[in-house]
Nanobody, 123 residues
Framework: QVQLVESGGGLVQAGGSLRLSCTAS????????MGWFRQRPGKGRKFVAA????????YYADSVSDRFTISRDNEKNTVYLQMGSLNPEDTAVYYC????????????????WGQGTQVNVSS
């Protein structure tokens, strides 16, 4: 089992940047591929980014690929999402996910989820 807690959300102006963090406890963090998803009101949860166990491979949704960067620090049991050039379309609850395989996380989601952190981008 693994428990995930997101942090770093808040209010930011359009064009600004924000870094989200997700800290894991329980099983060894390095044993999981990690991902970020987001959900806007009235819409389904959508894939944002994912990273492999070692950090050697990462994947992004087309809508964020030129603006967001996912990274991880296995010694700190933490995965990050650095978000830049934010716009109001990025407003959502952002969720951290953990899974066995990075491709599966990218396409289907994770086996474990955090509680989410709210990101609001104002114009």
């Amino acid at each position: 089992q693994v428990q995930l807690v997101e942090s770093g959300g808040g209010l930011v102006q359009a064009g600004g940047s924000l870094r989200l963090s997700c800290t894991a406890s329980g099983r060894a963090f390095s044993g999981y591929a990690m991902g970020w998803f987001r959900q806007r009101p009235g819409k389904g949860r959508k894939f944002v980014a994912a990273i492999s166990r070692s950090g050697d491979s990462d994947y992004y949704a087309d809508s964020v690929s030129d603006r967001f960067t996912i990274s991880r620090d296995n010694e700190k049991n933490t995965v990050y999402l650095q978000m830049g050039s934010l716009n109001p379309e990025d407003t959502a609850v952002y969720y951290c996910a953990a899974g066995e395989d990075v491709v599966v996380v990218t396409t289907r989601g994770g086996d474990y989820w955090g509680q989410g952190t709210q990101v609001n981008v104002s114009s």
